[in-house]
């Protein structure tokens, strides 16, 4: 998918389809018998409902002429009766209607979240993070009035069609055929508002989506907001965003109403008209209390065919939403393991890049044919400018992205024949960005070794010096931190992620700028612990503070995606040429500062 910003509409690749319908029925499949039962009780409700017109008609034609109070009573007791079917249905069919749609919207916002824990890094990269949370969070609730009430109000209010005309055609088949003289002219309104209609409501999906994004972007950079002062700015560009959704929902409103008021003037214009030819009709053939059943019915004939009405648009509306929550359940990770991809066996650390070619879109290279071998054990630093290509080489050995070409192996084996767990369970990963979760100090070192026990923890953080800090908070490591740490220095935080990476005992270990953000002190009681964390591992050390990496097995020199030299530390000062001089140059900066 092309990159997406918060303004830019999202692109619906998939035609309009009723396949999407369908797949949101196979949710429905494990409720048949709780619909079924709903069905059942909804049908004899409307048969209750549905006869008090009928009663009326034969009070006034039999019982008042024949003076029956008898069967007068017998009346009214059937029709308080009806009342309370009628009643008492509707209350289960709320319940059990809306425990279903509950349960549906709940598992498809399950196979949502879940098919998102799969997807690679490139979907991410490539569409703003508020435009995914719309699907999971909002699309997914506007399915909630289709699920709840649709399906079983359409079955209903297609039988209380027919036992209605049932009543109407008992009473006068005349009179019926010529109330139905609205159908053709709903079916033209139908037809004409169909497309219109979708379109506008998937634009509107989109303006929710844009609107969405913006909020989410707006609220991850509050801070530099605040510090720039571009509330103003802020402001200006939210009320354009939203602006343009209250437009566009007014626009889908205002079409979506256009069936509604077309069945009710419908309904009225046949009513009058019915009275008109029945009132003349009146004496030859059509009695007062017929008249009266038969308006009674028309009445009611309206209201499933308004409900019927609505559901048609609901599914219009689901369908903008529906396409959207299905095109992300369809999207294919990029990164997988083959079909007969194997376990990648307990490994000894080595790796090799060879002529591996990458670009993030397209043919545009980042990498440009790298090469190199790294034996088990040994410590690769990476240094060159900032954009170089430094954390695209160490995120492509856990295969965070697929390479357009060459081949990476680890012990001899290429990454792209063996399962994704299997391979990313041996490294631990140290991003630039350390991440922190919600929840305790404890658990977010924890995170990706989940049965390691306290002890180990501890341990872990020791090695990596934040035992110190973590122990002088006042929980120590129960101290619960904010989404993204909020509550830590970015030191901290860099430590923690620093004690996670560790944690999992990787064969292959990866700091990205693991300890750009920790005062020298610190870091140098880490650079001591570091020789030991090490031993044993292979590692790739990204820094660009070089005085970090001077001990590096080799130190590879990056260039606009190319190894320009490599070499140890001292070879490459002694060789003067590029590592020399970005050394000379922090150098002379720090004596400058
Ligand atoms: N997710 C991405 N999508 C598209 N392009 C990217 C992405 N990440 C990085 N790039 C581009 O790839 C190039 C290399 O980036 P990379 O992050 O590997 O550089 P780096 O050497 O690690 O830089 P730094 O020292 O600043 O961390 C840059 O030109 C960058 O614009």
Redesign the pocket.
């Known amino acids: 998918m092309a990159r997406n910003k918060f303004d830019v509409d999202e692109e619906l690749e998939s035609p309009f389809s009723f396949i999407h319908l369908k797949r949101l029925f196979v949710y429905l499949k494990p409720y048949k018998k709780t619909i079924f039962l709903t069905v059942v009780i909804m049908l004899i409700s409307s048969v209750a409902s549905l006869i008090g017109p009928y009663l009326i008609k034969q009070a006034i034609d039999v019982k008042i002429p024949e003076k029956d109070m008898g069967g007068l009573w017998g009346l009214a007791v059937i029709y308080f009766l009806s009342l309370v079917i009628t009643g008492v249905s509707l209350k289960y069919k709320i319940r059990w209607m809306t425990e279903i749609g509950q349960s549906v919207i709940r598992n498809i916002r399950k196979d949502l979240f879940t098919h998102l824990q799969k997807l690679s890094?490139?979907f991410y990269?490539s569409r703003p993070h508020g435009k995914i949370l719309v699907r999971v969070v909002n699309y997914v609730n506007s399915l909630s009035d289709l699920l709840s009430n649709g399906l079983v109000n359409l079955i209903t209010d297609l039988f209380s069609l027919l036992v209605i005309l049932g009543f109407m055609f008992s009473i006068d088949v005349k009179m019926t055929l010529l109330s139905m003289v609205g159908f053709p002219i709903l079916a033209v309104v139908i037809f004409f508002i169909k497309n219109a209609q979708r379109k506008a409501w998937q634009i509107l999906s989109n303006k929710q989506s844009n609107m969405n994004a913006y909020i989410h972007e707006s609220i991850n950079g509050i801070k530099v907001t605040q510090a720039f002062s571009r509330e103003e700015e802020n402001k200006r560009i939210f009320r354009e965003v939203s602006e343009s959704y209250r437009t566009s929902w007014m626009k889908a409103v205002k079409i979506q109403f256009l069936l509604w008021p077309s069945i009710e003037n419908l309904s009225t214009l046949t009513i009058s008209f019915i009275y008109i030819i029945g009132i003349s009709m009146i004496n030859h053939g059509v009695t007062v209390g017929a008249l009266i059943a038969f308006v009674g019915y028309i009445g009611m004939f309206w209201t499933p065919l308004t409900n019927i009405g609505n559901f048609y648009n609901a599914i219009i509306n689901a369908q903008a939403y529906l396409e959207r929550i299905f095109e992300m359940i369809d999207e294919k990770p990029t990164v997988i393991g083959d079909s007969d991809a194997a376990e990648l066996p307990a490994i000894q650390g080595k790796v090799e890049f060879k002529k591996v070619v990458f670009g993030?879109?397209g043919e545009e290279k980042?990498l440009d044919n790298i090469n190199f071998i790294v034996k088990p054990g040994e410590t690769i630093a990476l240094v060159?400018?900032?954009?170089?290509?430094?954390?695209?080489?160490v995120?492509l050995i856990s295969r965070f992205y697929n390479i357009n070409s060459g081949s990476i192996e680890i012990d001899g084996v290429d990454i792209k024949t063996v399962t994704i767990p299997s391979l990313r369970k041996q490294m631990g990963v140290m991003l630039?960005d350390p991440f922190i979760f919600s929840g305790t100090i404890m658990d977010n070192i924890r995170y990706g070794r989940l049965d390691a026990t306290d002890e180990e923890v501890i341990e872990a953080a020791k090695a990596v010096q934040a035992h110190e800090f973590i122990s002088s908070l006042k929980d120590g490591y129960d101290t619960e931190v904010n989404e993204r740490g909020s509550r830590l220095s970015t030191g901290q935080r860099q430590l923690i992620s620093f004690a996670r990476a560790l944690l999992a005992d990787p064969k292959i270990l990866i700091l990205?700028?693991a300890t750009s953000s920790i005062d020298t002190e610190t870091e140098l009681a880490l650079q001591k612990g570091l020789e030991r964390i090490l031993i044993g591992r292979t590692s790739f050390i990204?820094a660009?503070r070089l005085s970090t990496i001077q001990n590096a097995s080799r130190i590879l020199v990056?260039e606009k995606?190319r190894i320009i030299e490599e070499g140890t530390h001292d070879e490459l000062i002694r060789r003067k040429s590029h590592y020399w001089n970005l050394h000379r140059s922090q150098h002379q900066s720090l004596h400058v500062g």
């Open positions: 890094f490139s990269d993030y879109e980042v060159g400018a900032t954009g170089s290509g430094k954390t695209t080489i995120s630039q990205d700028e990204i660009h990056i995606g």
